[in-house]
């Protein structure tokens, strides 16, 4: 059974730093990853996916990369912003039956100090 | 009304009421999904419907009724729950599970109180 875990649960960071947000998962068979962003009592916002043949994705501030055969990823977030404060979670998909569940981590609440 | 919407928002029911939350989405996309989220727990899927069918049922109990009209909508019907149901439940679609890239978008969920 597939587990996601992200490190650290919770990191404060002051305003305009860079910082890494990191994601695991126990079966590197995944047809890809996924990385959303959820604030508070809201639902989810898709920040990047990136496929099992792909390294990394870029999005304006974020980068995201994916090492499949040691299980990791990682969000790279820069030029950290007060607006960036969030909940990040981490989701794999499966590459076998039922490819399509995604499998959270339970997240890593960011917090931007102004 | 753009990308997957959900309602009500808010709902507080009893544990002998009947209710139905609706999920719709506008994205021409073939899958969508039931979550649960609960309180220091990570995200889990309870259906999967792929064009209308439902495709996955994750051990979810009896007292949580899916159903899919079409591949736009999407309800939950519940009835006798118990308070440890309470919880965010979150929809979701996506173009189409057998590609790679199959992105799920998710609403903005139904922050469910069971008294």
């Known amino acids: 059974k597939q587990e996601v875990t992200q490190i650290p649960a919770a990191l404060s960071v002051p305003e305009g730093e860079n910082l890494v947000l990191n994601c695991s998962f126990t079966?590197?068979?995944?047809?890809?990853l996924q990385w959303f962003r959820q604030d508070p009592g809201k639902g989810l916002t898709s920040l990047l996916l990136?496929?099992?043949?792909?390294r990394e994705q870029t999005s304006g501030r974020l980068n995201a990369s994916l090492d499949k055969s040691s299980g990791r990823s990682t969000l790279y977030i820069a030029a950290s912003q007060p607006g960036d404060s969030a909940t990040y979670l981490c989701?794999?998909?499966?590459?076998?039956?039922?490819?399509?569940?995604?499998?959270f981590g339970k997240g890593t609440k960011l917090s931007v100090i102004p | 009304e753009t990308g997957v919407t959900q309602t009500p928002r808010h709902l507080v029911m009893g544990m002998t009421n009947k209710k139905s939350l609706k999920c719709e989405q506008h994205?021409?996309?073939?899958?969508m999904y039931w979550y649960k989220q609960s309180a220091k727990k990570p995200l889990e899927l309870m259906f999967v419907?792929?064009?209308?069918?439902?495709?996955e049922n994750n051990s979810v109990p009896s007292r949580f009724s899916p159903e899919c009209p079409n591949s736009s909508h999407l309800f939950l019907h519940l009835h006798t729950l118990q308070p440890e149901d309470s919880a965010l439940y979150l929809c979701?679609?996506?173009?189409?599970?057998?590609?790679?890239?199959?992105?799920?978008?998710f609403g903005p969920g139904t922050r469910l109180t069971v008294l």
């Open positions: 979701a679609s996506s173009p189409n599970p057998a590609s790679l890239y199959n992105e799920q978008f």
């Open positions: 079966d590197s068979a995944i047809y890809n």
């Open positions: 990136i496929q099992s043949s792909q």
């Open positions: 989701a794999v998909t499966g590459s076998g039956a039922g490819s399509y569940q995604l499998t």
């Open positions: 994205l021409g996309h073939n899958a």
């Open positions: 419907y792929n064009f209308k069918e439902q495709t």
